[in-house]
């Protein structure tokens, strides 16, 4: 059973999209401020969070900034496309505003439940992503069981891209993760590396894996 926590304060709001999630069987852990979530987090193992952002105490965009490797919904009053922006930018993987439909709601938790059922550690030192397979211990990246031959900056950046499945990573965040793997490191040289990525993944797949979001980075999908 999948266990999902609900990070809002308003009691209405909150009971209501805990009653659409026990109807659907997942198990729901609740939260009423960003302080209480991350008591939470220290002691349960989560599958996806539900998050308001205007929280007492510690604020939505905190909590996305800190949370690392659970998928994140937002969801929230707030209907400005800078506040959509931010937040996925953040780290947060879906956004949706208040009020909202509750199929709708479903649908995108199940979306992000199976992309991150899809991401699979199958060791400290193995990830698995669709088609692709990263290898710690070996340095390479396998795709359909093919090693792709990747400089040393392509690996760094495709790694990273992998420890962030379906999140947009930008420019600059991309960069700086990369930033002790290489020196290699400025815009107009990432897009020739993602370029170069691209290509020598054609050759073994035509699918795409790397989805360029035009002027602020790259998510792998």
Not at 192 to 214: A, C, G, L, P, T
């Amino acid at each position: 059973m999948k266990k999902i926590l609900i990070v809002e304060d308003n009691i209405d709001i909150h009971n209501l999209i805990k009653e659409i999630l026990e109807n659907k069987k997942y198990k729901v852990i609740d939260s009423y401020s960003g302080t209480e979530a991350f008591m939470v987090l220290e002691k349960e193992k989560i599958d996806l969070i539900l998050l308001d952002l205007m929280l007492p105490g510690l604020n939505g965009e905190e909590i996305i900034k800190k949370v690392k490797e659970i998928p994140i919904i937002v969801i929230s009053a707030k209907l400005t496309p800078e506040s959509k922006v931010n937040a996925l930018l953040s780290g947060a993987n879906d956004y949706i505003t208040k009020p909202f439909n509750p199929q709708e709601l479903l649908a995108r938790i199940e979306v992000q439940l199976r992309i991150y059922q899809n991401t699979i550690q199958t060791s400290n030192r193995d990830i698995k992503y669709k088609d692709l397979l990263l290898k710690e211990d070996e340095h390479v990246i396998y795709l359909k069981e093919e090693k792709i031959y990747l400089t040393k900056t392509e690996y760094a950046i495709l790694k990273q891209l992998l420890l962030n499945p379906n999140k947009i990573v930008t420019k600059s965040r991309l960069l700086e993760l990369i930033s002790n793997d290489t020196l290699d490191g400025d815009e107009n040289s990432l897009k020739v590396h993602i370029s170069n990525i691209r290509k020598k993944m054609r050759k073994i797949s035509q699918e795409e894996y790397i989805e360029s979001v035009w002027g602020i980075g790259f998510k792998i999908y």
